[in-house]
């Protein structure tokens, strides 16, 4: 068990376009909610300076831990993992992770009906995402 | 229990400790100066903690060992040397080599530091020093041999002996001379000291341990590091640190039971001097990875079970906050002495864990304070008593000298004391994310912040502080970016502390947020009606009516409401300090964007409900302003008041607004004593509510046209005031279409719109006020005038009454090409004779009448690129016309190298004998005029023939002047001079010209064709000349010869050929071959003469003839 909490995609100018939080953890909602919001003070400090996509950590307390993600566009994606989980992932494993969600973010945006910069709702992202959740288990 | 504080003397840098004995500061001032500067402690002196001691020294004997001795590290260990064992006794005695009693003296100095050596037990070093007060009077000879002798005396190394020179201690300078001798001495003290930490560490590292028992493990490798700090080698240190804490993390397992407690508090302290020594090495990284591994390895760890499973895990969570904080607290001293931090990395984040953690032990707190039983008294005696004097860092205080636990009543006993002095610390939190919020603010973690901020607003109200809580759930709820989650959340608790304290003015603002659709979707609430009956004096029903909360409750704050709701409050809701509100205003001017000063002008408003229910205003009242702009920057009010105009607030009345009814209105407001240039806005609108409560709403220039798209709103936001409106329009816009050079004239109407009458008007135009380059070339041809000016003044007429019109003649001439604007100036007196001007505007779009191109043939008709010198072309002049014109003449004006030659006999002479060619540098056609319309092209020819003398890149060939006028009645002629091309030309040493003499050249009759050769160099020339056989032609004559020309000279080959057929045939070839000219040149030179030749067919007159 990884302890995948959520995945999160942000605009470039941080207006949330995706959430998702594992069902796992729907009672810490709330938490989660807070802890991703935080970890975009890191994306935007890091953001800046980032020579390639992955941002690693960004942020972590008694329970959570963020990792970002920031695509060519600027589009920024946030994975939270359980830092009370006992294994704990390694980079590469997160890398992976994050190319994934990558992949399935760009089929989704790939879908000409979808307007750049909306929220997005894609029952074929929701099941990439499921996918992503029962793998990391 | 709360976590144990190490002590003070973990706050600074440890310091070797000396004594100074032997000193008298009381009596004699020569001592005291010695202590004056021993004392004055700066950073770059060695690290010494000077005291100077007399009579007794109180050093500690060694302990003894005794039983019960369990414990990891001694509370008082390291304040052992740091306090009462020194690194270096220093004796002090005055002492001259010549002393008459050397020997008595000598043997006092024996006793002293016998004495002072017999008190010692840890090995300290002693040194002694001799204040000499006349050092020069005595032989180095006797001087070294009463060292010696003191030395043996006393047992001391020659190095432990030194001599201070006292002679100038009381001299007016004293502290230079004596500061370099102290700054010697101590640093030979501090090399002493060093020697004995040395000692000691050698001491404690032979010290063997049975079974390498952790406890010993850790409190040896904490004893060296400490004794390396001390010898102030903190990198030997560090690593003895890590090995203790390292110990700690292994041995974890095995802790037992009941000491977790003390271990936690020995691996927090070692924590913090790791931490410390990496933030002292400017590895800060190092540091915060450290903390990292500390807070996955400690803070995970099971809380255990003693004394009880819930004090336990209290206890646990106390120590991890105060493990943040103290990182925290390091963090923060190791950024003010210049480590930068980031948003990634700040203290912030670990004074927020703390809080976060902090908060979880005061809920855990107040959970285990229900539970607890109530009236139980504080046992007597207090176990924990002797809390701060425990022989063991972490010890528990009731069971100091016990070897394992307590007996079981007082173990009881201490249970219940611990239980009642825990407290439930809200303030504590509240300071720690207070220091959090302050980082977050300074590294620019805008969304961290708003998070502490919403944990303080979570404090307070478990703090019972609603009043404060809600100003803090108002300030973050304000952020829009907040997920609406949280904000739902926070929304739904902050209305629940405001209807729980009858705040009727937190909870209006409340529902006036909840009454939004956005909220409304996400969270029911019966907020409407809550905020109805509030304002019609009722007390509101539950805000949530699915929330499940007893009827009981429910009651008591119905009646709290129903006392709140009898004292008659008012509230004031500011819009702009809520992110959204149930109502939205729009304001706007329905105007110019420049308005003229004293005008009224129409501003609209408009009020929107995002609720279906009814809603009733009171009234609703505008307040306008109008203010000078842009505001100076640094305004006193007094001027700002002098700087600004505020209108009287205009009242609506009441109206009933919902979501389906906005209210919109237009008002009119009278823009009088606003200065020019100022700009008037509505600076606020306040809307009236209630009948028993009464509120307003409060919408300043933050809220207005608020979630509003500029494009969106009708009109504009706000005006700005000019002056008055010209009294003298142009009654016509006038539009002038012109070419460049002509003369044009139009006509301007003036007409008076005042209803005064102006007097003395006159019109001008002025070059330098010219907002167009191109106007200002404009040349004027005054009335009646034949003159071109450029700048003109015209007076219009005396007097022009209300609403009268005058036409006034306007001739100009354009000079430059280009759509611009004639600015003239018109001046005139008013009926108050003050005199008035106003700009009136005459557009123009002046074009080129013609456009010119030329180029030059050779007599064949092909264009030339280059020409060569002396030999004729043909120049060609093309004018395209850009409108219908007549031109009425040219005149070709040729450079001086170039000749024109009559045309009238075909280019060439008739007689070849007299070989005439008209040379003229002018020719004037005025066998014109020739209409040309707009886009049509004439032609003009002319040959010409180039002279030049020395090898030019280019020859400009002269200018050509065109007379011409507008295809219309009464225009005026005009002269325009255009550039003719430029051409290359090259330098011919030969030319060539042939000439027909049988004119005309009939067919089957002999032609005489003659070619003439001309050389033009300065040598002679000779030449072969061959004519070309062909069909055409029957030939007679010379087929080759070979001619010499002289300079200028002109030799002549005639040929005679018959034409076999007529009509136009090729030219009977020529070639040339000459030694001194090119065959490149003779070539080009050829190319002159003419292509073909026209036979007639032979005519019956002829044929007779013949």
């Known amino acids: ?137 | 229990m709360d976590p144990i504080e190490a002590g003070d003397w973990i706050a600074g840098r440890p310091l070797q400790l000396v004594f100074l004995s032997g000193l008298d500061p009381a009596n004699k001032p020569h001592h005291n100066a010695v202590v004056g500067v021993f004392r004055n402690r700066t950073t770059e002196k060695p690290p010494l903690q000077i005291r100077v001691v007399s009579g007794e020294l109180d050093i500690p004997p060694k302990r003894e060992e005794k039983g019960f001795d369990k414990g990891i590290l001694r509370r008082e260990w390291p304040l052992k040397y740091l306090d009462k064992v020194p690194a270096l006794i220093v004796v002090f005695i005055d002492l001259e080599w010549n002393h008459p009693s050397w020997d008595e003296k000598k043997t006092e100095a024996e006793s002293k530091v016998a004495s002072i050596r017999a008190s010692l037990r840890h090995g300290t070093k002693v040194a002694l020093v001799l204040i000499q007060q006349k050092s020069t009077s005595v032989s180095d000879n006797l001087a070294a041999d009463r060292a010696h002798e003191l030395c043996q005396a006393c047992a001391l190394s020659s190095k432990q002996l030194f001599i201070l020179p006292a002679d100038n201690l009381l001299a007016t300078q004293p502290n230079t001379n004596l500061q370099s001798f102290v700054l010697k001495l101590e640093s030979a003290f501090h090399e002493l000291c060093q020697a004995f930490y040395q000692q000691r560490l050698k001491t404690i590292r032979s010290r063997s341990i049975p079974n390498n028992s952790p406890a010993l493990v850790v409190r040896q490798q904490f004893k060296l590091a400490f004794m390396s700090e001390l010898r102030q080698d903190t990198h030997t240190a560090l690593r003895n640190y890590r090995l203790a804490y390292d110990q700690c993390k292994d041995t974890v397992e095995q802790w037992d039971g009941i000491d977790v407690f003390e271990w936690r508090s020995v691996v927090g302290l070692l924590n913090y001097k790791i931490c410390e020594l990496y933030f002292l090495h400017s590895t800060a990284l190092e540091a915060i990875n450290q903390m990292r591994r500390h807070t996955s390895v400690f803070f995970l760890s099971a809380p255990g079970i003693y004394p009880t499973p819930h004090l336990a895990s209290i206890e646990l969570l106390l120590w991890k906050s105060k493990q943040c904080y103290q990182f925290a607290q390091l963090f923060e001293r190791s950024v003010a002495s210049g480590l930068s931090a980031l948003a990634t990395l700040n203290p912030g984040t670990h004074l927020d864990q703390a809080a976060s953690i902090y908060a979880t032990a005061n809920t855990e707190i107040a959970a285990l304070k229900r539970n607890a039983p109530q009236n139980v008294p504080y046992p007597n005696p207090d176990p924990l008593a002797n809390a701060s004097s425990t022989i063991f860092f972490g010890q528990r205080p009731w069971r100091i000298q016990q070897d394992g636990l307590a007996s079981a009543e007082i173990e009881a006993a201490a249970v219940n004391a611990i239980t009642q002095r825990l407290v439930v610390n809200h303030e504590g939190v509240i300071s720690l994310l207070s220091a959090a919020l302050a980082q977050y603010q300074k590294y620019g973690c805008m969304r961290m912040k708003k998070k502490v901020m919403m944990e303080m607003a979570n404090t307070c109200y478990a703090n019972n502080e609603i009043q404060r809580a809600l100003r803090f759930w108002g300030m973050v709820i304000k952020d829009g970016a907040l997920p609406y989650t949280i904000r739902k959340d926070m929304m739904h608790r902050a209305t629940w502390a405001a209807y729980a304290i009858a705040s009727v003015q937190d909870f209006a603002v409340c529902c006036m947020q909840l009454m939004c659709p956005a909220y409304s979707e996400v969270l029911p609430s019966d907020c409407v009606s809550g905020l109805m009956s509030m304002l019609e004096g009722r007390a509101p029903g539950s805000p949530f009516p699915n929330d499940d909360v007893s009827k009981e409750q429910l009651q008591a704050y119905q009646t709290q409401w129903q006392q709140v709701i009898q004292e008659r409050p008012t509230f004031i809701v500011h819009a702009s300090k809520i992110a959204e509100l149930f109502l939205e205003t729009r304001v706007s001017f329905l105007d110019e964007q420049t308005v003229e000063q004293g005008t009224k002008v129409a501003v609209r408003i408009e009020l929107l409900s995002k609720i279906d229910q009814n809603m009733r205003l009171n009234n609703v009242t505008v307040y306008l302003k109008s203010k000078k702009f842009p505001p100076e920057p640094n305004q006193t009010p007094a001027t700002e008041t002098a700087d600004s105009l505020l209108y009287d607030p205009i009242s609506l009345g009441n109206v009933e607004i919902s979501s389906v009814h906005p209210m919109k209105r237009v008002i009119m407001l009278d823009l009088k004593d606003a200065k020019q240039n100022w700009i008037v806005t509505v600076t606020k609108v306040v809307l009236d509510v209630g009948s028993v409560i009464c509120g307003q709403i409060e919408f300043d220039e933050n809220a207005l046209n608020r979630n509003c798209h500029v494009e969106n709103i009708v009109g504009l936001e706000f005006l700005k005031i000019g002056g008055e409106k010209t009294s003298i329009t142009l009654e016509n816009n006038v539009n002038v279409n012109c070419l460049i050079g002509e003369v044009t004239s139009t006509e301007l109407t003036l007409r008076n719109t005042s209803k005064h009458t102006f007097q003395n008007l006159q019109l001008d135009f002025k070059r330098q006020d010219q907002k167009h380059t191109e106007a200002a070339a404009v040349l004027f041809v005054e009335k009646e005038g034949n003159e071109l000016k450029s700048e003109f003044s015209m007076k219009i007429c005396d007097q022009l009454g209300a609403g009268e019109m005058i036409t006034i003649p306007l001739m100009f001439s354009a000079q430059l090409i280009g759509d611009y604007v004639l600015q003239l100036e018109l001046n005139y007196m008013d009926n108050q004779h003050v005199a008035k001007s106003t700009i009136l505007e005459v557009g123009v779009v002046a074009n080129e009448p013609f456009s010119v191109t030329s180029n030059v043939m050779n007599m064949n008709g092909i264009p030339m690129s280059s020409i060569l010198n002396n030999c004729e072309h043909v120049l060609n002049v093309s004018i395209e016309s850009a409108a219908p014109i007549i031109i009425n003449s040219i005149e070709f004006l040729m450079a001086d190298v170039v000749t024109l030659c009559d045309t009238a006999c075909g280019g060439s002479g008739k007689n070849l004998n007299g070989w005439t060619i008209h040379k003229f540098s002018k020719i004037q056609i005025n066998c014109i005029p020739d209409a040309v319309n707009a886009e049509e092209t004439i032609c003009y020819s002319a040959v010409i023939k180039v002279l030049v003398k020395e090898d030019e890149s280019e020859t400009p060939l002269g200018r050509m002047s065109v007379e011409w006028r507008r295809a219309s009645p009464n225009s005026c002629p005009v002269r325009s001079v255009v550039p003719l091309c430029r051409i290359p030309v090259f330098p011919c040493p030969i030319s060539i010209a042939s000439c027909i003499k049988s004119n005309p050249a009939v067919v089957r009759q002999p032609i005489d064709i003659c070619f003439e050769l001309t050389n033009h160099s300065k040598e002679v020339i000779e030449i072969s000349t061959n004519f070309d056989l062909n069909d055409v032609f029957m030939f007679s004559g010379e087929r080759k010869i070979t001619l010499t020309v002289l300079p200028g000279a002109t030799r002549r080959v005639t040929v005679v050929v018959m034409a076999l057929s007529a009509g136009r045939l090729n030219f009977p070839k020529i070639s040339l071959k000459s030694a001194q000219v090119t065959d490149q040149i003779l070539q080009q030179s050829l190319r002159t003469l003419p292509a073909t030749i026209f036979v007639l067919p032979k005519s019956k007159e002829f044929a007779q003839q013949s």
């Open chain 1, 1 to 137: 068990m990884l302890g995948v909490v959520g995945f999160f995609i942000y605009a470039k100018e941080n207006a949330r376009l995706f959430d998702s939080v594992n069902p796992r953890y729907a009672q810490q909602l709330l938490e989660i909610e807070m802890f991703t919001f935080c970890s975009l003070d890191i994306v935007d400090e890091k953001a800046a300076k980032a020579t390639e996509m992955f941002l690693g950590q960004l942020y972590n307390d008694q329970k959570w831990r963020s990792f970002g993600f920031i695509t060519n566009t600027g589009v920024r994606m946030i994975l939270v993992l359980d830092a009370t989980s006992a294994a704990s992932l390694k980079d590469q494993e997160i890398r992976l992770i994050f190319k994934r969600f990558h992949g399935h973010y760009c089929n989704t945006i790939s879908n000409p009906f979808y307007e750049i910069g909306t929220p997005m709702q894609s029952k074929w992202f929701d099941e990439g995402i499921r996918d992503l959740y029962s793998i990391s288990e």
